[in-house]
């Protein structure tokens, strides 16, 4: 996926008519429609209707995706909200929408499962879940699609590759608690962040409790790249998130390493600042921790 002119090339896209000014995003919110899952009906009604809502894209069930508000302008998706200290998150967010029925009382039979528009469904069906949680309370709850979820990678992907500014993924929920429920809580967040983002704060806790993850600073390696520098990454992963370049030949010490989407990182020190760089581009120059080698095999 690619974008041109903030529009994303290859997908319906029919502007909303309801925008607002020029944005700079940082952040990308996920919701739910809570709607009707016949395909289109929600982008019809994001297209154009008396509420004044929209949002960037919506994703079907099948997974096919149409954007309604170019990635530079914003729109009216988020509602009252906080983020970080910032109000009001249309004015510096991109929304997407995934097609899903929202939350759902008991249906008419214990195989079903009830919308707030009054259709029931199978709950073996659409993998329909009852769930509680402090932050979306009790209901039944529609699973997301595979079809869904692999749009919903490929145009985060894209997104982050496209827009510099990018720096983290929400849910409606998140930034608009006790209001909002959405996404539901069988939206996999965490998984997504970390295949996104690269994010070392998702590292599990048996990782974390490997002795070999961390080390005083005392295991050196030296830069071995076939240009003439490396970059130095806040995240291990190759999303727009460079802090610096490090020269060919300079030697940096290790203080943790591990595995992402199956690539070996080391979290090293340069120029009084911490950050991630690929193992493969490194030569060990002292192991003081037992078990240290230039390629740990220790899962994010």
């Known amino acids: 996926m690619k ?3 903030h529009k994303l090339q290859g997908v319906p896209f029919n502007l909303a008519r309801h925008r607002r000014g020029k944005i700079t995003p940082i952040v990308v919110v ?12 929600a982008a019809r009604y ?13 994703i079907e069930r099948n997974g096919a995706i149409e954007q309604q508000v170019p990635t530079n302008v914003g729109a009216n998706h988020a509602g009252r909200s906080h983020y970080h200290g910032l109000d009001s998150a249309n004015d510096f967010s991109i ?6 029925a929202g939350r759902m ?7 079903t499962a009830r919308a707030w528009f009054k259709t029931e469904f199978d709950i073996d069906d659409y993998g329909i879940q009852f769930i509680k949680t402090p932050e979306h309370g009790e209901g039944w ?4 699609t595979e079809e869904q979820m692999e749009a919903l990678m490929k145009l985060l992907r894209a997104l982050f590759d496209y827009v510099p500014s990018l720096k983290d993924i929400v849910t409606h929920w998140y930034i608009s608690p006790g209001r909002k429920v959405d996404t539901n809580p069988l939206f996999p967040l965490d998984s997504i962040k ?32 076939p240009g003439d520098h490396l970059n130095m990454r806040r995240w291990p992963s190759f999303n727009p998130n460079v802090i610096t370049q490090i020269p060919k030949g300079v030697v940096v010490p290790v203080i943790r390493a591990g595995t992402f989407q199956g690539r070996c990182w080391f979290k090293i020190q340069y120029a009084g600042q911490e950050g991630w760089i690929v193992a493969k581009y490194t030569a060990a120059i002292r192991a003081s921790s037992a078990g240290f080698q230039p390629a740990f095999e220790v899962s994010f």
């Open 46 to 58: 994001l297209e154009d209707n008396n509420a004044k809502t929209s949002v960037h894209f919506i």
């Open 194 to 225: 970390a295949r996104i983002l690269g994010r070392d704060d998702l590292i599990t806790k048996e990782a974390d409790d490997l002795s070999e993850w961390s080390s005083d600073g005392d295991d050196l390696v030296r830069i071995e790249v």
């Open 95 to 100: 929304g997407i929408e995934l097609v899903n």
């Open 30 to 41: 996920v919701h739910d429609t809570a709607s009707s899952l016949g395909h289109g009906d």
């Open 141 to 144: 709850w529609m699973d997301y």
């Open 3 to 5: 974008f041109l002119h």
């Open 105 to 111: 009382t008991k249906g008419s039979s214990s195989k």
